[in-house]
Structure formats: structure tokens, C-alpha cells
DNA sequence: GTGTCAATAAATATCGATTTTTTTAAGGAT
DNA sequence: ATCCTTAAAAAAATCGATATTTATTGACAC
């Protein structure tokens, strides 16, 4: 289980006495590794399936199969299940049991849109209201993302980055709303895989111009490079996905 | 279980042949009464607990207390609990159980000011796609709930109205958002029960002038009578929280 | 063929008991 | 008194079995 599936879950962390000033930033992966619940343990699999595309989008889920995968009871993997619904990855009908949220070019389009919305409205307050501590927590993701090598991690980097542009709005729902739908973004990031090309794209120039407009505390120039950020990645997806 | 609550589970509809313009409007309670299982029950009854403050808001949620409170088992509990989750209405800490969502007055803005936000979002959209089935639905909506005596059931048509504005935004998310917003605002309202007095306020009138501008097709119009309604509504309450 | 019905199979949902973990209480030691 | 450590109680989480519901199949009529 990794440390942003804490954002999400209400898992507990036992901190430390060190480190407390990255800790507070919420940049330190606070997990402890064997002691979680089944239940937890079953919601994080199922969430990178569903999110990695393993379990396919609009697929049955069913119990007595998920149980064998995962190796564990029936009841954790219904609890799963049933958390599963908050981040719109798992529809349930009653008496019907569960399956992997459909997807499809109009939900595409939705969520990009909406994403655009509430995050330039989240990033425009976490700007208004900047602190020095701000500054800092998105200064530490923006380095931690560029150093990162590997691609699993740079994922986790990546959101990382994205959500600490966000966390000065002082708005937790509105936050919350905001990382459910670059889930769902990524989402179809990954069912596009293979017939995403990057080229001609400096990601990282993206990503540096947003770092600098925040810091520099101007609020409509960070705005448009984020937006831009979305929109050109949401345009690769689109020719990608328009077919699905 | 009521009719609204299908909009938030998954619950299954058996729709009798005739009052197809009607339901297709969704417009009618398609509740089929004995047959739901013990977890949608369970969902439903605690919902109305939480939202009403029969239980308080951060309240710890023990399992075996509420088993016998639903006479019910704990699978269908725990299930529910995990399910409430989605609505922002539950929170969940890993082996530790399950809370009644806090309330506070930092919490109480936020939802108004997002609530205002999405909804003013949702209304645009619904206004720009306006088309006659949805005006109908609306102006429907409106005369059932001005009809409407019985308090309980005129919450019900209340939200129904507010959600029927929305409901051509053709963004389901967003409406998702904005069904979750409402009942937490709907929450905070029974919260500071007996305290709110909506004296000199005639918010028929208020729902009169949002219909009349929407059907109008008058978006700026629309907006604001809505914008007006929620921060008047807003401002009685904001007097009554300011101190819990 | 197409539709209906009953029988069977499969899956969901639920129960009751057990295991694991956390919380509370009690007893010393400093 | 405050801080550990340990024992007991309470609560959460999980398991395995069973009941309930839905989905599938095949026979039969039209």
C-alpha cells in the first residue's frame, strides 16, 4: 500500500519522531508495511486494477473470483467493494453485486472537463491564500518528480505534485473531488497505453512553467499553464480514445 | 426507502409498463417497497440518521450498537457504513471503525461556496443544452413541490426541483457533486434546527423567480435567483453554526 | 423461430462464531 | 503524580457456512 492511498482511505499512520517538518508537509510515505487490514489490503489491489486496466472497465465483479485473486475472504473483498464506490471506480446494484466502471468517451470528456474546472478553481485559491510552507511543500514535490527514474514511481510523484499545487486551498471536499478525477483521468491514460505518444512534448517545461507561476504567486499565469498541461494531454487521449 | 435514495445506490428499478413519460422523466417513485436487501436498508436508515442528527456528527459508529438499533446483522452494516463513505456522510479509519462525518463551521463554508460553485456550473450547462423535455421536467418538478404540505415530503420534492435544474447539464458527475453538497447543506439545516427561523423570507417566491429564468432560458438570471436562494439560506444558518 | 415456464446452476447477500486488534483498567517503578 | 508494562475487556475484522436472489438452461406450446 502506498502513501497516496492514505489520501484516500482512512488508514492510520504512526509517525515517527524525526522528520516531523516533512511529515507535516505530508510528504513522507508514513506507510507501515504489514499491518493493514484485509480489507485494505484487498481496496488498494482492486484500486490499481481498475486503474491500471487488469480488471477492464464495465466488467462484472464477482465475489468468489476476486476472493481467489486476491487471496482473502469474501467479506473484505465486499468492503473493497463497497469503498471502491467513493472514487466512482466500482458501481454497485443491489442484489446485483459489483463491477468496474464503465468507460467511455463521453465520461472522458466529462471528467476533463470538470477536472479543468475545480482544479483551476482549487489552484486559484491555493495562490490567494499562499504561504511560505505552501511554497515549499510544492518546491519538494516538483524536485522529488524530476529526480524520479523509474515510472511506477514517477506516477506517485507525479500526483504528488499535482495535489500539493492544490493543498493551500484550504478546501478538503473540493481536494478530494480534485484527486478522484485525475484518477479517472489516469484511468484512461492507461487504456489508451500503447497508443500514447509523448512526442514533441517537454513535460517537464510543462510542469516547470506551472511551478514558477505558482510560486511567483500569479494566479491567471498558473492557472493557463495548468490548464494547458490538461488540455494537451487531454487532446493525445482524446484521438486515442475516441473510439472506445 | 425513498424514491432519492435510488439516485445515490444503486438500486434497481421495475417500471410498470405504463407512466413511461412520466418515469422517463424520473419523475416517479419506482420503489418497489419489500424487496431490497438488508444492506440497501441499512443504507437508507442510517443515511436519514446522519443527515437528520439522530446521529450526531462525529460520533464514533459501533457496529454491534447500530446491529441492534437496525435489527440487522453486522455484514449489512458494515457494508452500508463503507457505502456512506461515498457520500461524505461516514468516515472510515482503518481498524478503527467507522464515524459519523465531523461538522464545523469551516466545513459548513466550504460546502456552501462549493455548492454554489458546481451548482452555478451545473445550471449554465443545463441552460445552454435547454431543451423542451427537460423544461418540462422542471416546471413538473416545481408545481409538485409547491403542492406539497407534509414537510417530509416536501424535503423530498425540494431537492427534487434543485436536482431537475441540473439535470441537463449532461454531466452526471457534476451532478453527483452537486446531490452529495446539497445533503450535506441539508445536513448543517437540521443541524441548527429550531435555531433558524425563516421569518420575512418568501422562498416560494425565490423558487418562482429560479423557474421562470430558467425556462426562459436566461442564464445570468437563473444564476443568480439560485445563487441568492443558497446564500440567503446560507446566511440564516451561518448565524445559527457560527458556534459549533 | 419465438416466447413462456419451470428446474437448475450460479452468484449475491447474510448470519453466527471466531480471530485479531484496539481500548481501557490496573499495577507497580521511578 | 507520571510513565511504562501488563492483563482484561471491548470492538473491529474476518471466516466458513447457509439462505436468498438472480441468471441460465431446456422442455414445451404456439
Redesign the pocket.
Known amino acids: 500500500m502506498r502513501g497516496l492511498s492514505r489520501f484516500l482511505l482512512g488508514f ?1 499512520r504512526t509517525k515517527p519522531r524525526f522528520h516531523e517538518d516533512l511529515d507535516a508537509m505530508n510528504l513522507i510515505n508514513t506507510t507501515q508495511s504489514g ?1 493493514t ?5 484487498a481496496y488498494a489491489t482492486l484500486r490499481e486494477m481498475i486503474l491500471s486496466g487488469a480488471l477492464p472497465a464495465g466488467e ?5 473470483h476476486l476472493r481467489k485473486i486476491l487471496n ?5 473483498v ?2 473493497a467493494l463497497s469503498l471502491l464506490t467513493s472514487d466512482m471506480l466500482v458501481e ?7 463491477r468496474a466502471a464503465p468507460a467511455n468517451f463521453e465520461n472522458f470528456k466529462e471528467i476533463l472537463g470538470l477536472r479543468c474546472a475545480l482544479e483551476d478553481m482549487a489552484l486559484r485559491q491555493s495562490i490567494t491564500r499562499a504561504t511560505a510552507e505552501w511554497e515549499e511543500r510544492v518546491v519538494l514535490a516538483h524536485h522529488r518528480m524530476k529526480r524520479v527514474v523509474n515510472t511506477e514511481t514517477f506516477e506517485e510523484a507525479h500526483k504528488t505534485f499535482h495535489m500539493a499545487l492544490l493543498s493551500n486551498a484550504a478546501s478538503p471536499v473540493l481536494e478530494r473531488y480534485c484527486s478522484q478525477l485525475y484518477d479517472l483521468n489516469i484511468r484512461y491514460r492507461n487504456l489508451a497505453a500503447g497508443s500514447v505518444t509523448y512526442k514533441k512534448r517537454d513535460i517537464g517545461a510543462e510542469h516547470d512553467a506551472i511551478l514558477n507561476a505558482a510560486i511567483q504567486r500569479q494566479e491567471d499565469a498558473a492557472s493557463d499553464a495548468l490548464l494547458r498541461h490538461y488540455r494537451e494531454t487531454g487532446s493525445y487521449l482524446t484521438k486515442a480514445l475516441s473510439n472506445i
Chains 1, 2 share one sequence.
Open positions: 492510520r499491518d487490514s484485509a480489507t485494505s489490503a462484472k465483479l464477482k465475489i468468489e482473502t475472504g469474501a467479506s473484505p465486499r468492503e454497485r446494484i443491489d442484489q446485483r453485486g459489483f
